[in-house]
């Protein structure tokens, strides 16, 4: 069967539907109306955090173009959701692919210090835990507002350790990101980011600080996700990545990237064959899902301690 009969594309669609007109809900029309304040406010911002995972996940299909099997319609479904998540797609496309290719790297595993933590050891990780990941999503567009000569300079600096696999990954992101194509694209995606969330903090009125929480969470609830399948892992796992146990109701809110070792292992299979194929490949659970994802807050590991 080809990849493109096994994409739930209208199931995608209907999804990805559902999650912008949230978006719009949370961003705009909450606001207009009055609904946010109290414990309305609180349950529309639970609603968004819930949400993420989802609308990540279909964010991350896309970068696999799974989400539709036309490829520019998969680019522009993509790009479309990342905007009300703030997640510049080409820029997470990249790094995602690049995660593929190059597990556990020397960018790549947040949690590892050369010796024993220290404080300011821990202090650097919970930041990265609860805001790294959409941090750097949210900075990175603005460095393709330079000419082409200044987006080199600051691939250099963001990809300059003196270590093999960052300095293949230097040169894909050279090769990448130099693309005339690319940079217009990503200059359109962050104007669009960026009228969004003014808009949305301008016509909210006196409740723009519940418009800012929902944004904030949501992007706290990505970066405390990100790399909670490969929290504690060996550097030299290679593409090994933790499958997590999760009901039927979390597997469906998670796309099931609960079975993310299957994902490293097959990456171009659809969210929706990830648990027959786990099945199929006789895998195993290496941690409850919510287990996994609360063991980061362990703090930082000595890059020791996660030798094999």
């Known amino acids: 069967m080809s990849v493109e009969a096994t994409i739930p594309v209208r199931t995608n669609i209907a999804l990805a539907a559902l999650l912008l007109v949230l978006a719009v809900l949370l961003l705009f029309i909450a606001p207009a109306l009055g609904w946010y304040g109290g414990a309305g406010g609180v349950v529309l911002l639970a609603l968004g955090v819930v949400a993420t995972p989802l609308h990540w996940g279909l964010i991350h299909e896309g970068i696999h173009s799974n989400l539709a099997p036309d490829a520019t319609q998969n680019r522009t479904l993509s790009r479309l959701l990342s905007v009300p998540l703030l997640v510049p797609f080409e820029i997470v496309r990249f790094g995602h692919l690049t995660h593929h290719g190059f597990n556990r790297n020397p960018l790549d595993r947040p949690e ?13 990780f919970y930041a990265h ?8 999503e949210l900075s990175v567009p603005w ?11 600051s691939i250099g600096k963001i990809y300059g ?3 093999p ?10 090769t990448t990101f130099l693309d005339p194509e690319r940079i217009a694209r990503i200059r359109v995606d962050l104007a669009c980011t960026v009228a969004m969330v003014v808009a949305a903090l301008y016509f909210a009125g006196d409740a723009w600080p519940w418009v800012a929480a929902a ?7 990505i970066s405390v996700l990100d790399n909670a399948p490969h929290y504690g ?12 146990r999760a009901p039927a109701f979390l597997r469906a809110l ?8 299957i994902h490293h292992a097959r990456p171009n299979l659809p969210w929706s064959a990830l648990p027959q194929t786990f099945v199929a490949m006789g895998a195993r659970y290496g941690a409850a899902w919510l287990s996994m994802v609360l063991r980061q807050f362990r703090g930082p590991l000595s890059a020791d301690s996660l030798q094999r």
């Open 112 to 124: 590892a210090v050369d010796a024993e933590p220290t404080l300011l050891d821990r202090v650097k």
């Open 215 to 221: 944004l904030l969470l949501r992007g706290v609830t």
């Open 129 to 136: 835990l609860l805001f790294g990941t959409s941090a750097i």
């Open 161 to 163: 350790l003196d270590d």
């Open 233 to 244: 892992t060996p550097v030299d796992s290679g593409q090994d990545a933790t499958n997590s």
């Open 143 to 153: 460095l393709f507002l330079l000419p082409r000569a200044g987006i080199r300079w």
């Open 165 to 174: 696999q960052v300095k293949r990954i230097r040169k894909m992101a050279e």
């Open 254 to 261: 998670l796309l099931n990237s609960n079975f993310h070792g």
